[in-house]
């Protein structure tokens, strides 16, 4: 069984600032941390993640949570509740995060 790595640039973007475990350098650290084991990264099954519809989303989240998600993207909001903090990309690596786990789950059952 080979382990996969499902990843995409847009994750790189979802930036909380400084102080807050969820930044670019947290994931910058990580893929550097694997490039630098040559051996282990190249065992590694590498998959982009993939943009899910909005369809897919809903079937885990109601449509009036995906409204509030995506609307406060569109005002500007910097935080979705006191854990939740957002950047200008974040709703899209979201959607890309959800397709990495959709892949995930598809790799898995094949």
């Not at 069984?1 to 499902?6: N, R």
């Not at 941390?33 to 590498?46: D, G, R």
């Not at 854990?83 to 990309?89: E, P």
């Amino acid at each position: 069984m080979k382990t996969a790595l499902i990843h995409h640039p847009i994750f790189q973007k979802h930036d909380t600032g400084e102080g807050h475990p969820e930044t670019s350098k947290r994931y910058e650290a990580i893929m550097d941390a694997l490039q630098s084991n040559k051996e282990f990264y190249e065992s590694l099954t590498t998959l982009e993640a993939e943009k899910v519809s909005k369809g897919i989303i809903q079937a885990a989240h109601t449509p009036e949570h995906f409204k509030r998600v995506e609307g406060a993207f569109e005002n500007g909001v910097e935080r979705l509740d006191a854990d939740t903090v957002v950047s200008l990309h974040s709703f899209e690596a979201a959607i890309y995060g959800a397709g990495g786990a959709c892949r995930a789950v598809d790799a898995v059952m094949r």
